[in-house]
């Protein structure tokens, strides 16, 4: 897992909407979290942004403190690149800061804080943790320190950006500024499983047990020099207890059908061939 910090953007304008042009990596349709803070915002009920036109989901808002904290995510299906961030949350003048983090990791949101500091989260090895906070905190007291810290350039409350990569679980993880007005989100990897991968594995035992097949075959052809049938069961019970008989009484029962059906068709089409 490896996430990438882009910048932490910050502006003032006498506009309701604020844009910015900002880096989500090379890679066509990363996984973006912005961290945000809102100068007369935290009246707004559901904040918004949005990334080359695509919608970020929102996931964690302090909506008690000026300014509003807030924490997007979501994946920038089909871009990559610098791409324009709007943000049309806010006052007649406002001050706006975006931090922003992009990842090419199949990752989702698995747990979220809506401040105030401390935030306790129960934490694998692997997570990441992203937090804000304004009027220049620090998170030294943390369970462990922030991986990186991120300063507002220009930001009239000083925001601060913060991110983790856990290196150990934790039941009982803390990140905590030292200014209560903070927010904080765990993200954490997506396992998936395909079942190309399982018909894989089973093609290949098939093509195991046909080849195991076909060797015992031969043997039996060969054990035909022998003058008593006696010698010739003795062969059989032997390479079975090796080879075949051992690998099939491991199969499940539905595992064994299967392959004695293809193995009778087989059989089938070769007679109709002759």
């Known amino acids: 897992m490896a996430y990438t910090f882009s910048t932490i953007n910050s502006g003032s304008d006498s506009s309701s909407t604020y844009t ?14 912005v961290a945000s803070a809102i100068q007369n915002g935290f009246t707004v009920n559901s904040p918004t942004l949005t990334v080359g036109g695509i919608s970020l989901n929102l996931v964690a808002q302090d909506s008690v403190n000026n300014p509003l904290l807030v924490i997007f995510s979501g994946i920038a299906t089909g871009l990559s690149g610098t791409q324009s961030f709007v943000l049309p949350n806010g006052g007649p003048f406002t001050t706006r800061t975006l ?102 594995v089973w093609e290949q035992e098939l093509d195991d047990l046909t080849l195991a097949s076909h060797k015992w075959h031969q043997r039996l052809i060969e054990a035909n020099s022998f003058k008593t049938g006696e010698e010739i069961h003795r062969i059989a019970q032997e390479l079975g207890s090796k080879g075949g008989m051992a690998r099939a009484q491991s199969l499940t029962a539905k595992h064994r059908s299967d392959i004695a059906t293809k193995a009778a068709q087989t059989r089938w089409q070769s007679n109709k061939n002759r």
Do not use: K, M
């Open 20 to 33: 910015a042009n900002i880096n989500i990596g090379p890679t066509i349709s990363p996984f973006i979290i």
């Open 99 to 200: 931090c922003v983090w992009y990842t090419s990791d199949n990752i989702s949101l698995n747990q979220a804080s809506n401040g105030p500091s401390p935030s306790v989260f129960n934490v694998n090895t692997g997570d990441y943790i992203f937090s804000i906070a304004f009027n220049n905190p620090t998170y030294s007291t943390s369970t462990v320190p922030p991986s990186n810290t991120h300063h507002s350039i220009g930001g009239v409350f000083n925001e601060v950006g913060a991110d983790w990569t856990i290196t150990s679980s934790n039941p009982i993880f803390n990140v905590i500024s030292d200014i209560p007005e903070q927010i904080a989100a765990v993200y954490r990897t997506i396992i998936t499983t395909t079942a190309t991968g399982g018909r894989q």
